[in-house]
């Protein structure tokens, strides 16, 4: 694992935009895994800024995203079909038919769950694989359990992960209880992996994530297993690590 250090969000957001945009750069039609949540949002502005002026072309790109509430239609503003195109790809050249979410309308989760890793299948996989950290080690939607998922699945949220979302939402009972997700199978077989970690209140997970024990009950400790993951964080989410 390479920790990349930043002293703070803005400096988090520029350093993950410009790992994405190396990406990109060396491989133009490559396939990005995004994510949703506050930790990214920098980074997408970041992005967006790079192909404003003319350093980054997403005419080729291809993306798939970690997970969406169930039940949740494209259009709700709360989605997070909703979320990536307001903050990134209403903003860039990227072709929206080749930009993939789970379908939060279907009510089969097998259905749904079976047609994500169809899609994740035929894109060839991914290249780069974007991640925010939940407060419980969650990635995607992957709740702390007693084994890794594989592939996508429908999950029951919890209670803190609902609280945590509350703050998107008019009050904690409009927070979707499921959503589906890529499974920790899935973002494991992303060729590279870059996890953006931001703020003291992150602090102890990230500790637990990158020296803990490898468990389903830290679901980002998997991480530790794969051998390309850059964690892009700053100061204060390292404070812990440092203080080792
Ligand atoms: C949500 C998302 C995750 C995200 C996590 C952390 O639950 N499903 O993909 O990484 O929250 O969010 P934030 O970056 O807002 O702390």
Same mark, same amino acid.
């Given at each position: 694992?390479?920790?990349?250090?930043?002293?703070?969000?803005?400096?988090?957001?520029?350093?993950?935009? @410009? &790992?994405?945009? #190396?990406?990109? /750069?060396? %491989?133009?039609?490559?396939?990005?895994?995004?994510?949703?949540?506050?930790?990214?949002?920098?980074?997408?502005?970041?992005? &967006? %800024?790079?192909?404003?002026?003319?350093?980054?072309?997403?005419?080729?790109?291809?993306?798939?995203?970690?997970?969406?509430?169930?039940?949740?239609?494209?259009?709700?503003?709360?989605?997070?079909?909703?979320?990536?195109?307001?903050?990134?790809?209403?903003?860039? @050249? &990227?072709?929206?038919?080749?930009?993939?979410?789970?379908?939060?309308?279907?009510?089969?989760?097998?259905?749904?769950?079976?047609?994500?890793?169809?899609? /994740?299948?035929?894109?060839?996989?991914?290249?780069?694989?974007?991640?925010?950290?939940?407060?419980?080690?969650?990635?995607?939607?992957?709740?702390?359990?007693?084994?890794?998922?594989?592939?996508?699945?429908?999950?029951?949220?919890?209670?803190?992960?609902?609280? #945590?979302?509350?703050?998107?939402?008019?009050? #904690?009972?409009?927070?979707?209880?499921?959503?589906?997700?890529?499974?920790?199978?899935? &973002?494991?077989?992303? %060729?590279?992996?870059?996890?953006?970690?931001?703020? %003291?209140?992150?602090?102890?997970?990230?500790?637990?994530?990158? #020296?803990?024990? /490898?468990?389903?009950?830290?679901?980002?400790?998997?991480?530790?297993?794969?051998?390309?993951?850059? /964690?892009?964080?700053?100061?204060?989410?390292?404070?812990?690590?440092?203080?080792?």
């Amino acid at each position: 694992m390479i920790i990349c250090r930043a002293k703070d969000y803005d400096e988090l957001s520029r350093r993950a935009a @410009n &790992i994405i945009g #190396a990406q990109i /750069i060396m %491989k133009p039609d490559c396939v990005l895994g995004l994510a949703t949540g506050g930790s990214p949002v920098g980074t997408y502005k970041e992005l &967006i %800024k790079r192909y404003e002026m003319g350093d980054l072309d997403f005419s080729q790109v291809s993306t798939v995203n970690l997970d969406e509430y169930r039940g949740l239609s494209p259009e709700n503003d709360q989605s997070y079909r909703y979320f990536m195109n307001t903050n990134l790809f209403n903003h860039v @050249n &990227i072709d929206k038919a080749c930009t993939h979410v789970p379908n939060g309308l279907e009510p089969d989760a097998d259905k749904a769950c079976a047609d994500y890793d169809a899609i /994740i299948d035929e894109m060839g996989g991914i290249d780069l694989q974007l991640l925010g950290l939940g407060h419980n080690g969650h990635i995607g939607f992957n709740e702390p359990a007693d084994t890794f998922t594989l592939g996508t699945n429908c999950v029951d949220l919890q209670a803190s992960t609902i609280e #945590a979302n509350t703050r998107f939402f008019a009050s #904690a009972d409009e927070v979707p209880r499921q959503a589906y997700t890529m499974g920790i199978g899935s &973002i494991m077989q992303a %060729k590279k992996i870059v996890v953006v970690v931001s703020g %003291k209140d992150k602090a102890k997970i990230l500790r637990e994530v990158v #020296a803990g024990p /490898i468990t389903p009950r830290v679901p980002a400790s998997a991480l530790q297993l794969h051998p390309d993951v850059t /964690i892009v964080a700053d100061e204060a989410a390292l404070s812990l690590l440092d203080a080792e």
